[in-house]
């Protein structure tokens, strides 16, 4: 039942998130933004699902019909199942080895993008998901060595640890480039701006979601932003040390919500293969380096407390 709830309060999140978007972007680029469905345009995400969910689903006469049809609802289904390992203690999926799950369902999420764009039978859908799996797995490379590098600090795969090791000092002190690190490396995870080459608009149409319309595009954009708002809420936790039952925790939250919608309204879609170069050859040696350096921190902070 909690888990239940949780995942309604998410779905009620991620609404609020995309008015967020649009009204910073509307602020961004000069404009007002959703100002007329709602007081000063607060229902304004709830006529999009409406009218998204309303509207006739297309299916494309060439597609494979069960994985087009099945892969956003995958692609959601794993995007609400991480949430579960928020650390809540209400009997969630937090348990010892939650870091370790949450990396298996981020690994998983790429086939929902493969398979979405390769069942559409489209060319530029096709383009679209060879670049998301590219992407994805080169950027999660780093992305598990930096988690890699806290897990020897905290000595554990529990999300808890974390908040039990940041009482004094935030992580984020300890290393602000690992952490922009990480922070850069979700932008690419999630196929954010300017990491946004699955979706490609200027080049591909719209990507591997060319052929999707109504519910199956909502699905997929549902599942964008509840990793979006995951991927802060993990932010939080790892490095600006609080505990998911003080409300600081909520707007160190959406302050880093506020950092991809940010990002997404300043900057302009890199080139792919500079995109590929800031992966192996900047980002790797940093956050192997890092990993070396904490694991070699780790045994000599426990040699020292064992001489003592």
């Known amino acids: 039942m909690s888990f239940f709830i949780l995942i309604i309060f998410v779905l009620i999140s991620v609404a609020f998130l995309t008015l967020m978007e649009r009204k910073i972007l509307g602020l961004i680029q000069t404009r007002k933004g959703p100002n ?36 956003p609802v995958f692609s959601l289904f794993l995007s609400l199942l991480i949430w579960g390992l928020t650390p809540y203690k209400t009997g969630l999926l937090s348990f010892s080895f939650s870091v370790l799950f949450f990396l298996c369902c981020t690994s998983v999420s790429v086939y929902t993008s493969m398979s979405a764009g390769w069942s559409s039978n489209s060319k530029y859908s096709l383009l679209g998901c060879t670049r998301a799996v590219a992407q994805t797995i080169s950027y999660e490379v780093s992305l598990a060595l930096v988690l890699l590098s806290y897990l020897f600090l905290v000595g554990g795969f529990d999300l808890n640890l974390f908040e039990n090791y940041q009482r004094l000092i935030w992580f984020f002190m300890m290393g602000v480039p690992l952490s922009g690190l990480w922070l850069v490396s979700c932008l690419a995870e999630t196929n954010r701006t300017p990491f946004d080459f699955s979706e490609g608009e200027s080049e591909l149409v ?103």
């Open 36 to 71: 007329k469905v709602g007081y000063f345009g607060l229902l304004q995400p709830f006529a999009d699902a409406v009218k998204l969910f309303l509207k006739e689903q297309t299916f494309p006469t060439m597609s494979n019909f069960i994985p087009y049809y099945m892969s």
């Open 206 to 308: 719209s990507g591997f979601n060319t052929e999707y319309s109504a519910g199956g595009f909502a699905l997929i954009f549902m599942a964008e932003y509840a990793s979006i708002l995951f991927m802060s809420v993990l932010f939080s936790i790892m490095f600006l040390g609080s505990g998911t039952m003080s409300i600081s925790f909520y707007f160190k939250v959406s302050l880093i919500s506020f950092f991809f919608i940010w990002v997404r309204g300043t900057l302009p879609r890199y080139r792919y293969d500079k995109l590929m170069y800031l992966a192996w050859k900047s980002f790797l040696p940093v956050s192997l380096n890092y990993s070396l350096f904490f694991m070699g921190v780790k045994s000599w902070c426990e040699v020292m407390c064992f001489n003592l």
